[in-house]
């Protein structure tokens, strides 16, 4: 199994490429299942979970081709509409198939997913959304058994903001009869950037962005080509990085409006940040200030953003405190980072770290994906060597991590 050896100590200077979303490409990948014509995709970027969708869409009869840097997927037919137990759960963001399955073949089958290690995040409010457009649902065996002759446009409120459910319901109603209001929605930009794709394939929505999104439901999906966005948490991870290292670094393609919250905070800890349509760059060099934040759907801290800016914080002058309110068991990385030297105490689901002068490096365990980035952000200004074991989790959201890293400065190496 690969781990990552880190050497700490030194500042991060260059400039990097932003990659696309993993966020916005999967629900963008289930979209293809909308359309019978080719959806062409740029900027898609290779991860793991980019390839789990791929080859979960291919066994449902998703023909996909590569060229010059662009995905092109074609659903001319839909054989078998089924996400398998064994897909899901590897990558729960399989649960994006139900909407366009049932949408655009009348059923579908998808296990259900389990709980995982962040919390148990269930899927009520898919199911809920896609019985009030009239789809019949049964629970059979651990799967999602879904049927609708045809799907009828609803008014639906989210009992809580979930991002891949109000995907999963903008998919499914864009094929429905009449026009469906989700309110309550995610505001996400991943959220924005599918509105976008499906705009571009014919479907007639408004208000992605807000939280109300209203979709008026059309007979069939075109093709089209869509550009993914970059991915703003990528984005968010280096800046934490080049703010604990410090240094001076620019990062290119990355788009200041989709995280504003980390910008802010990272302003507020002392970095220098500046933006213009062509990048986002970032100065540390005085000493952090510690930081007070809770994570809250977007436009708010981004959960997934978490666990970065707790590494951030436990070399900053004072007391940080960081509430975690979307997932129940986000704060695995703790103990992780405890073994580096930090000062910090879990009380519920708020991290009280108390800034140390230093971590040093020892050997520690990746438990999720940004669990990890967190601990790749921590052994960058640890004293000595770190090494992460399980960076398993991080290719399945990080595109090239450590040569990105490499490429600014960081003493990195993958190692079996
Ligand atoms: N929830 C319910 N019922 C539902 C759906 C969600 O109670 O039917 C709860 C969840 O348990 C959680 C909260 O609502 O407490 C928010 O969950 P949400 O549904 O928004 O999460 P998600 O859509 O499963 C996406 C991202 C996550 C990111 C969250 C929150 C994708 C593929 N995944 O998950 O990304 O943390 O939104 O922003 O878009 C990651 O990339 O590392 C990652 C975990």
């Known amino acids: 199994m690969d781990k990552l050896a880190i050497e700490g100590g030194g500042e991060l200077r260059g400039e990097v490429r932003i990659s696309g979303a993993k966020n916005a490409a999967l629900p963008i990948l289930c979209a293809s299942l909308l359309t019978a014509e080719p959806l062409v995709l740029s900027n898609v970027p290779q991860l793991n979970d980019v390839r789990t969708m791929g080859s979960l869409l291919s066994q449902m009869g998703v023909r996909s081709e590569k060229s010059d840097g662009s995905l092109t997927l074609s659903a001319a037919k839909v054989d078998w509409p089924l996400a398998p137990y064994e897909m899901v759960k590897t990558m729960r963001a399989s649960i994006l198939a139900l909407g366009p399955l049932l949408a655009r073949c009348g059923e579908a089958r998808v296990s259900l997913p389990g709980g995982c290690a962040i919390g148990l995040r269930p899927v009520d409010q ?47 109603a864009t094929l429905a009869a009449g026009t469906t209001a989700l309110g309550n929605a995610a505001r996400e930009p991943e959220v924005v950037d599918l509105a976008e794709c ?22 069939t999906l075109h093709g089209a080509h869509h550009s993914i966005m970059p991915d703003r948490i990528e984005t968010g991870t280096f800046l934490a990085a080049a703010a604990a290292a410090g240094g001076d670094v620019a990062l290119l393609g990355a788009r200041a409006d989709t995280l504003q919250s980390v910008l802010d905070k990272l302003i507020e800890a002392g970095a220098e ?8 760059r970032i100065k540390r060099q005085d000493k952090l200030k510690s930081v007070t934040m809770r994570t809250t759907p977007f436009p708010g801290f981004p959960t997934d953003m978490q666990a970065q ?51 040093t490096g020892a050997t520690v365990m990746a438990t999720d994906l940004r669990a990890s980035a967190c601990l790749v952000i921590a052994g960058l200004i640890a004293e000595g060597e770190t090494v992460i074991d399980r960076i398993y ?20 190496r993958r190692v079996a």
Request: aromatic fraction near 4%; charge should be negative; glycine fraction near 10%.
């Open 126 to 172: 898919h199911i809920k959304g896609l019985q009030a457009m009239g789809a019949e649902i049964d629970l059979d065996h651990g799967y999602i058994d879904a049927r609708a002759a045809h799907l009828s446009g609803t008014q639906f409120v989210f009992d809580v903001v979930t991002v891949t459910g109000t995907e999963n319901l903008m998919m499914a």
């Open 198 to 219: 499906l705009k571009a394939m014919g479907a007639r929505i408004s208000g992605a962005g807000s939280d109300r999104i209203v979709i008026e439901g059309v007979e």
């Open 273 to 280: 940040v500046s933006a213009d349509a062509a990048a986002i």
């Open 309 to 359: 800016l707790m590494a951030l914080m436990t070399v900053a002058d004072d007391t940080a405190v960081i509430t975690e309110t979307i997932f129940e068991n986000r704060m695995m990385h703790v103990q992780e980072l405890k073994r580096l030297g930090a000062d910090i105490e879990v009380e519920g689901n708020t991290a009280i770290v108390k800034g140390v002068p230093r971590l």
């Open 393 to 412: 989790h991080l290719d399945r959201g990080y595109e090239r991590i450590e040569e990105k890293l490499s490429a600014l400065g960081a003493r990195i």
